[in-house]
Structures are given as structure tokens and as C-alpha cells.
């Protein structure tokens, strides 16, 4: 089980690990095994996590999200399968985090007097410039 929040956590049974060759550097090694992991997760299936949750992480990661709902993360960074397995859950961890605490209201405020002050001097400077650009007319 991955524990994310006290109310959120995914089942082992929830994730769906696949395996294939790694490119990149690594020589014969990489030609030879399966190192890549790559991770399906379907997000509104899995009971551990609230509503609220799933749909900001819908929200938030929709481009890596496939239209049937399901989550895909790789991860070929390293030559160990076991090793590239840990660091893709701690992905999906930090991801999960990430979204776990609603994000703060905006509360609407009013433009101070120095703000509008340097606001004005900076529209007078920019007409200033804009006039010395004329036709001067003799």
C-alpha cells in the first residue's frame, strides 16, 4: 500500500507494472533486459482516493491521462528494473501529493496608491517618448 495523506492511499493491486527494453546508454546491458517500467494506474477506479482529489488530478495531469481514464508513467532512468519500479511509485507519490491539499482562494484586493503611482509615471514616461517621436513642425 502507498500511504500519500492519512486519507489517501492506492493499493499495490491498483497498479499495473509492464516492462521493456531501455534505450540509451548502457551498451549490451540495455539490449539485453527489460529495465524500463512502465506503470498503469487507473485514477477513478481507485477507491483510496476522494473525489475531490481524483478530479484535481484529472484536472492537473490530463495530458498524461489516456481517454479511458488510466494513467500511464515510465521511467528508464536507471539499469536496475527494481530500481526504475521504486522511483516510477515514488513519481506517482509525489504526483498524488501534489494535488492532495485543495488550492487556497483567491482573495480579490485592491491595487495599493504606490503601485498605482509607478503604474501612471510609467504610462506618462512611455507618452513622453511617444511624443519626442513626432514631426516637428518649424
Known amino acids: 500500500m502507498i500511504d500519500v495523506a492519512p486519507n489517501i492511499h492506492v493499493e499495490e493491486s491498483e497498479l499495473e507494472f509492464s516492462f521493456a527494453r ?15 517500467v512502465v506503470l498503469h494506474w487507473t485514477v477513478v477506479e481507485s477507491p483510496g482516493v ?4 481524483k478530479q484535481r488530478f484529472l484536472q492537473q495531469y490530463r495530458t498524461r491521462i489516456t481517454e479511458a481514464g488510466v494513467l500511464v508513467l515510465d521511467c528508464d532512468e536507471t539499469r536496475s528494473q527494481h530500481r ?3 522511483l516510477v511509485v515514488e513519481r506517482l507519490k509525489g504526483m498524488l501529493e501534489a494535488v492532495a ?4 482562494k483567491r482573495v480579490p484586493t ?10 501612471r509615471q510609467a504610462r506618462e514616461k512611455h507618452a513622453q517618448k ?3 517621436r513626432k514631426k516637428v513642425d518649424y
Not at 491539499?101 to 487556497?104: C, E, G, L, N, V
Not at 485592491?110 to 503604474?119: A, E, H, I, L, N
Open 101 to 104: 491539499k485543495p488550492p487556497k
Open 22 to 36: 531501455s534505450g540509451g546508454p548502457g551498451g549490451q546491458h540495455v539490449n539485453k533486459t527489460s529495465s524500463k
Open 130 to 132: 511617444k511624443q519626442l
Open 50 to 53: 476522494p473525489d475531490a482529489v
Open 110 to 119: 485592491r491595487p495599493g496608491k504606490g503601485v498605482k503611482k509607478r503604474r
Open 84 to 86: 526504475n519500479r521504486e
